[in-house]
């Protein structure tokens, strides 16, 4: 069984910054991408950044420039540096582990993580 941990999220003024993070655990094999999405109240769940086991890394156009996606491959982590933040960001934020391949199977599964709650504040 594999579970998502996220951690990080909190009320910030708007210009503030936080740091996500989200530990993968359980019999983990491998991990392709690992992502971050979020969703606000009535609007539907978007991604924000993704990082893939190489490096390769893809964001949302709203939050280039102010957010940082990055990876520990050994620990199974992925973090998400947000700076400059803006009353819109605010948002339930989720971790997203795409194919993930345990040690006990070779079928690859997607993983979400429990959500973690960002509020921006004017």
């Known amino acids: 069984q594999v579970q998502l941990v996220e951690s990080g999220g909190g009320l910030v003024q708007a210009g503030g910054s936080l740091r996500l993070s989200c530990a993968a655990s359980?019999?983990?094999?491998?991990?392709?991408?690992m992502g971050w999405y979020r969703q606000a109240p009535g609007k539907q769940r978007e991604l924000v950044a993704a990082i893939t086991s190489g490096g390769n890394t893809n964001y949302a156009d709203s939050v280039k420039g102010r957010f940082t996606i990055s990876r520990d491959n050994a620990k199974n982590t992925v973090y998400l540096q947000m700076n400059s933040l803006k009353p819109e960001d605010t948002a339930v934020y989720y971790c997203?582990?795409?194919?993930?391949?345990?040690?006990?199977?070779?079928?690859?599964?997607?993983?979400w993580g429990q959500g973690t709650q960002v509020t921006v504040s004017s």
């Open positions: 359980g019999n983990i094999f491998s991990i392709n991408a």
């Open positions: 997203n582990a795409d194919q993930v391949r345990t040690t006990t199977s070779s079928v690859r599964h997607n993983y």
